[in-house]
């Protein structure tokens, strides 16, 4: 079972965009719970985390930082988030197509992995997320902007997978039920998403995700901070990025308190 979220915090006259996922890799009959699903892209304005199969997400996720490394498009003034979306798309559909050989069904193959992407959009002065998918009667990977709609008053997504259940049905579900439970409907979001994901990585007769949860944001000054939590409650170990680490050893970021 994998989850991830990604949505707009506006608390205490504040707003930022949070990425949030397990750390849970699954492919070829392996299954890792220490892996890394949530990245900072090179230019450090944006976030891109996926669920799926890792042998198909990775390959592509390594080639797209290694390219934005040495593209100095991306580090000009006038670069945009909506240049590196496209960049995005027309990198990952051309990389897509070399998988057509000693495969029954190349799309299936081809759509194993799926993406959420988002940062701060300077232009239009407003964060945007997006879904990024394979199309396979066009061939390629497209994004459907989650943020688009100016008369919503929140934004958020999950994207996931479970064996026994529909992951993405339960945790809209399980948020609809706790921002009614607040009298929070329809009204901005703080914590609420982290708080789904937490359950559903605590709560093994739920859903049971891998690993500790992975959080990072994009504030408006378009940069990014990533962020540790205790894991599995405050009295647990510091994990940064599926890691385990000790007190003396973590890293020097923020730690997030489970409970």
Sequence with gaps: MTLCTAYIRQANDTEELVFATDSELRGGGEKWDKGIKLFELPNKDALLCFTGTTSRAYPLILNLISSITYEDLFFRKSYTLIDLKEHVLELFSTLIKTISDYVDDKHKVRGEARFLFGGWDWQKGQFRIWMILYNPEKEKFEASELTEDNERTNFYVFIGEASKIDAEEWANDELTKLLIKDKKLHMKLDMEPLKILRTAALDN???????????????????????????????GRPCFQGREYNETNKPLVRYFDPD
């Excluded at 007769?205 to 599995?232: C, D, M, P, R």
């Design 205 to 235: 007769e739920i859903i049971g995700i891998g690993g500790s949860l992975q959080i990072a944001k994009v504030y408006k000054s378009n940069k990014t901070e990533f962020l540790g939590i205790y894991w599995h409650s405050i009295k």
